[in-house]
């Protein structure tokens, strides 16, 4: 089992920058994907991004490419989403996820079984 939650969300201007963390715990050696999600209201869960924890491959959504950053410390216990130059449309929950096999889809929802509780991000104009 894995237990993951999330911080670090709150409101910017946009422009402005955040850094979420996810703190993994249980049995984080059988994490092999981690990923950042988004929902907003009305609309569907949307991949952001997401790591593999041994090989640190890493996966973006075109929309936040060259503006967020993810990243994991060396114990492989937090995962980090640093979001710079927001704008209103990354106004959503954000929610940290993790997978414990080899994902095909590493920005799909359904490759994850475990899920935090998430994070508001709200960014206004």
């Known amino acids: 089992q894995v237990q993951l939650v999330e911080s670090g969300g709150g409101s910017v201007q946009t422009g402005g920058s955040l850094r979420l963390s996810c703190a993994l715990s249980?049995?984080?050696?059988?994490?092999?994907?981690m990923a950042w999600f988004r929902q907003a209201p009305g609309k569907e869960r949307e991949g952001v991004t997401a790591?593999?924890?041994?090989?640190?491959?890493?996966f973006y959504a075109d929309s936040v490419k060259g503006r967020f950053t993810v990243s994991q410390d060396n114990a492989k216990t937090t995962l980090y989403l640093q979001m710079n130059s927001l704008e209103p449309e990354d106004t959503a929950m954000y929610y940290c996820?993790?997978?414990?096999?080899?994902?095909?889809?590493?920005?799909?929802?359904?490759?994850?079984?475990?899920w935090g509780q998430g994070t508001q991000v709200t960014v206004s104009s």
């Open positions: 996820a993790a997978a414990p096999s080899w994902v095909a889809w590493p920005l799909f929802a359904s490759q994850y079984n475990y």
């Open positions: 249980g049995d984080r050696y059988s994490v092999f994907c």
């Open positions: 790591i593999t924890t041994r090989g640190g491959t890493t």
